[in-house]
T-cell receptor, first 110, second 112 residues
Framework: GIQVEQSPPDLILQEGANSTLRCNFSDSVNNLQWFHQNPWGQLINLFYIPSGTKQNGRLSATTVATERYSLLYISSSQTTDSGVYFCAVGSGGSNYKLTFGKGTLLTVNP | NAGVMQNPRHLVRRRGQEARLRCSPMKGHSHVYWYRQLPEEGLKFMVYLQKENIIDESGMPKERFSAEFPKEGPSILRIQQVVRGDSAAYFC??????????FGQGTRLTVV
């Protein structure tokens, strides 16, 4: 099956800093989502982005499908951004079946 | 528009009991998915259902686990004769079509 690798595994930032999270995948995809799992365990949708670039406030994401990677940018980080960020992909006719990466654990200190 | 609703949020069962997890999809969503998050394995797909039909259950354990999405009412994930290894967070997601999935808050099952 498709492999998803996220980097870095852990990231510690001071409030106000910017960061870039990366997601590499081993095959072509037609479904890609970014999620934030907050410290209470909730999975929050950030982006549905199988290709192209999107922005939502301080967050933006870019997927370069031909090169099999996606990037999540967080600007002016806040303590509430802390948690685990997951990339999940789907491909082909079973693109509903999301394969998740292991996540990036982000800690934002005040 | 309410999000995906899962209940209960936390469930404690003794070994050998049954666990029933409920999921109400977002309004207008007819596709429901269940995922399990185990500490060492991450989030894994279990099953995909549409109203009254199981479309893909390739991620479901072969025994003790079943899922349904009846014409009326929520989707149910049922685990019979629970064992300690079933302790995990179970997430339900829904979508209007086979694209972007929206996740519920999860049910944390603890087997004692």
């Amino acid at each position: 099956g498709i492999q998803v690798e996220q980097s870095p595994p852990d990231l510690i930032l001071q409030e106000g800093a910017n960061s870039t999270l990366r997601c590499n995948f081993s095959d072509s995809v037609n479904n890609l989502q970014w999620f934030h799992q907050n410290p209470w365990g909730q999975l929050i949708n950030l982006f549905y982005i199988p290709s192209g670039t999107k922005q939502n406030g301080r967050l933006s994401a870019t997927t370069v499908a031909t090169e099999r990677y996606s990037l999540l940018y967080i600007s002016s980080s806040q303590t509430t951004d802390s948690g685990v960020y997951f990339c999940a992909v789907g491909s082909g006719g079973s693109n509903y079946k999301l394969t998740f990466g292991k996540g990036t654990l982000l800690t934002v200190n005040p | 528009n309410a999000g995906v609703m899962q209940n209960p949020r936390h469930l404690v069962r003794r070994r050998g009991q049954e666990a029933r997890l409920r999921c109400s999809p977002m309004k207008g969503h007819s596709h429901v998915y269940w995922y399990r998050q185990l500490p060492e394995e991450g989030l894994k797909f279990m099953v995909y259902l549409q109203k009254e039909n199981i479309i893909d259950e390739s991620g479901m354990p072969k025994e003790r686990f079943s899922a349904e999405f009846p014409k009326e009412g929520p989707s149910i994930l049922r685990i019979q004769q629970v064992v300690r290894g079933d302790s995990a967070a179970y997430f339900c997601a829904s979508s209007p079509s086979r694209t972007e999935a929206f996740f519920g808050q999860g049910t944390r099952l603890t087997v004692v």
